[in-house]
């Protein structure tokens, strides 16, 4: 069965520092992988996603992501964290069925 | 951009009592989910929905729940006696076929208080 850890469930950063919030996934094969966004009280906003390919992708409000196979991890990264990214983070993957499986969420806060 | 609607945005009801949540998919989406997120735990996967049938559900869809398309725009999501378990924040999401098929769109979801 597929599933999806986080291992941080709360990360503080400074504004302007640079973020990388973990995922590891457990699939037997090369997996649909996605990072979605939660802001309070909001729905779940795709940021960027990874079928196939180049495995370095990019998303929306300048985050990226990095697919290693070897180490089932797709780690969610950004150079330079606005406060207006704190939010709750959700690494999700899909194999075969149709279902999409979750992380637990990293809620991160930013500092001014 | 096209988006995912659902109503109500907040429910409060009372134990044992009937609830429908609504939900409007993107026009040309043709799969059709719901997951829940209760609060502080991970989104959930309830049920997807294409061709007018079920294709999967999860241990958590039991005899409570149930989905309908009762039109060719709304997708609802019916739990029949309320529990006070049931109290979780439930997400729509739809799709279109191809390619696209494997990214979901969320809705901004309903919040349901079961008390």
């Known amino acids: 069965a597929q599933s999806v850890t986080q291992p941080d469930i709360h990360i503080t950063v400074s504004e302007g520092a640079s973020l990388e919030l973990r995922c590891n996934y457990s699939y037997g094969a090369t997996p649909y992988l996605f990072w979605y966004v939660q802001s309070p009280g909001q729905g779940l906003q795709l940021l960027l996603k990874y079928f196939s390919g180049d495995t370095l992708v990019q998303g929306i409000k300048g985050f990226e992501a990095e697919f290693k196979r070897s180490q089932s991890s797709f780690n969610l990264r950004k150079p330079s964290v606005h406060w207006s990214d704190a939010a709750e983070y959700f690494c999700a993957v899909r194999g075969t069925a149709s279902k999409l499986t979750f992380g637990t969420g990293t809620r991160l806060q930013v500092t001014l | 951009e096209p988006e995912v609607t659902q109503t109500p945005s907040h429910q409060v009801t009372q134990m044992g009592q009937e609830v429908i949540l609504r939900c409007v998919p993107i026009s040309n989406h043709l799969y059709f989910y719901w997951y829940r997120q209760i609060l502080g735990q991970k989104v959930e996967f309830l049920v997807s929905?294409?061709?007018?049938?079920?294709?999967?559900k999860s241990e958590i869809f039991d005899d409570q729940f149930s989905v309908e398309r009762p039109d060719g725009s709304n997708f609802t999501l019916k739990i029949r006696s309320t529990k006070l378990e049931d109290s979780a924040m439930y997400f729509c999401?739809?799709?279109?076929?191809?390619?696209?098929?494997?990214?979901?769109?969320f809705g901004a979801g309903s919040r349901l208080t079961v008390l």
């Open positions: 999401a739809s799709t279109p076929s191809g390619l696209g098929a494997n990214v979901l769109t």
């Open positions: 929905f294409y061709n007018n049938e079920i294709s999967e």
